[in-house]
C-alpha cells in the first residue's frame, strides 16, 4: 500500500509502499479516504516520541483520518465491516499512522461512526482538533456569564474552542489577524484581539479591566502564559495545550492552570459526531491536497498561518 513514511528522526516524509497491515484480535482495518493534518504529524516526525517509544522505521505518519472498514480482526463487536468510520489512527510503536491506503485501529479504541452529515475529507479533520476544544473547555469548566480568551483561535483547535465556548455560554474573545476576525464572530465570538497588533493583556484589559475566567491557550510558550495569566480573576483558569502553566505557581495566585494532554476516545468523538450533525460544531477545511502533496501539506502546516485544516485525499 501506499503511504506517507520518514526513514528516520528529522527525515523528510516521503511516499513509500508498504506492506498492508493485518488486522488482529480486537482491531479493524480501515480503507483510509482522507488524513488529517496536525501539528502532531510533523512533531513526531521530528522526533518528539524518541525518548519515550521505541519506533519501527519506515515510520507512517498521521493520527487523523476517515474511512470504511475494510476486515474486523476476531472479537470485534462494535464496528461493522463497511462502516464508515473516523478517528485517531496512529500506532507509533508498530510504525503504522493515517497517511495510508489502509490504517488499523481497535475495537475499543479511538474511532467511532462519521457524522451523518459529513464527507469523508471533512470528517479526517475533526479527530485530533475538535476532542481537544471539547476536553479542554470542559476542563476549564466554561460556564455561562463567564468571559473566555481563545488564544491561537484561528487554527484547528482554537476554532473548536471558540464554537464550544460560545455553545457553553460564555462570552468568547478570539485571537485574530484582520483576515479572520469576521471568520471568528461567525463562529461565536463576541470579540476579536489581533495578536499581531501588539499586546494582548493591553487589548483585552481596555475592554475588560476587571479581568476575564479562563485563558484557553494553543500557542503561547512559558513567559507568554505567564504574562496572559494576569489577565485572569482570582478563581480563574489556564489550559494549555503547549505545557506551558505551571499549576503550583497558578494555585499560589488563586488561580488554576492545567497542561492538557489528552487523547481522542470514541466516547469523545460520538459526542462531536451528535454536536456535528445538530448543526452545532463546524470544521472548516482550509486546503485539501491529493496525495502526491502529503508531504507539501505538513510542510505547510509547519509554517503556521492556520486558517483552518489541512486534509489530504488517499
Ligand atoms: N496537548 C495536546 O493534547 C494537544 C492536542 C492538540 C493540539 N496540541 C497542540 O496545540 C497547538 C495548536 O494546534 P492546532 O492544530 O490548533 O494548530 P494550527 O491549526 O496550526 O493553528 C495554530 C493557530 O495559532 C495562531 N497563532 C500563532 N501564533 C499565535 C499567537 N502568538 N497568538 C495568537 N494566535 C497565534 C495561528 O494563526 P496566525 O498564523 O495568524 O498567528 C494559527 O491559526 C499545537 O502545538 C499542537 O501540537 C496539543
Same mark, same amino acid.
Do not use: K
Given at each position: 500500500m501506499r503511504a506517507i513514511a520518514v526513514s528516520e528522526y528529522g527525515a523528510t516524509p516521503a511516499p513509500v509502499n508498504l506492506p498492508r497491515p493485518e488486522p488482529g484480535p480486537g482491531e479493524i482495518l480501515v480503507k483510509m479516504i482522507a488524513a488529517g493534518v496536525n501539528p502532531l504529524d510533523w512533531k513526531i516526525a521530528d522526533g518528539m516520541l524518541k525518548d519515550s517509544l521505541d519506533v519501527p522505521f519506515p515510520l507512517i505518519l498521521g493520527q487523523d483520518g476517515a474511512g470504511v472498514v475494510d476486515e474486523v480482526g476476531e472479537g470485534v463487536t462494535r464496528l461493522r465491516h463497511g462502516e464508515q468510520v473516523y478517528g485517531a489512527f496512529l500506532q507509533a510503536e508498530r510504525g503504522l499512522g493515517s497517511y495510508a491506503e489502509y490504517a488499523i485501529a481497535r475495537d475499543d479504541g479511538p474511532v467511532a461512526k462519521m457524522p451523518e452529515g459529513m464527507i469523508y475529507t471533512q470528517a479526517a479533520a475533526v479527530p485530533t482538533a475538535c476532542t481537544t476544544a471539547l476536553a479542554m473547555v470542559e476542563e476549564a469548566r466554561v460556564d455561562t456569564g463567564q468571559t473566555v480568551l481563545v488564544v491561537g483561535a484561528t487554527g484547528g483547535v482554537g476554532q473548536g474552542l471558540v464554537q464550544l465556548a460560545a455553545r457553553a455560554g460564555a462570552k468568547v474573545l478570539a485571537t485574530a489577524r484582520a483576515d479572520m476576525a469576521g471568520t471568528m464572530r461567525r463562529l461565536g465570538a463576541d470579540e476579536t484581539v489581533d495578536h499581531s497588533k501588539g499586546d494582548l493583556n493591553r487589548q483585552v484589559l481596555a475592554v475588560h479591566s476587571d479581568g476575564i475566567d479562563a485563558v484557553l491557550d494553543v500557542v503561547s510558550d512559558t513567559p507568554a502564559a505567564e504574562h496572559l495569566a494576569q489577565l485572569l480573576r482570582p478563581g480563574g483558569t489556564y489550559v494549555s495545550t503547549t505545557w506551558s502553566v505551571n499549576p503550583d505557581a497558578m494555585e499560589a495566585r488563586q488561580l488554576r492552570? /492545567?497542561?492538557?494532554? #489528552? =487523547?481522542? +476516545?470514541?466516547a469523545l %468523538?460520538?459526542? %462531536? +459526531?451528535?454536536?456535528?450533525? !445538530? #448543526?452545532? %460544531?463546524? /470544521?472548516? /477545511? =482550509?486546503? =485539501?491536497?491529493?496525495? !502526491?502533496e502529503a508531504a507539501d501539506a505538513l510542510a505547510g502546516n509547519r509554517a503556521g498561518g492556520a486558517r483552518g485544516k489541512t486534509v489530504i485525499r488517499i
Open positions: 492552570g /492545567v497542561n492538557y494532554d #489528552g =487523547e481522542p +476516545s470514541a %468523538l460520538d459526542r %462531536l +459526531s451528535d454536536l456535528i450533525d !445538530a #448543526g452545532e %460544531l463546524r /470544521v472548516r /477545511v =482550509e486546503r =485539501e491536497v491529493p496525495f !502526491a
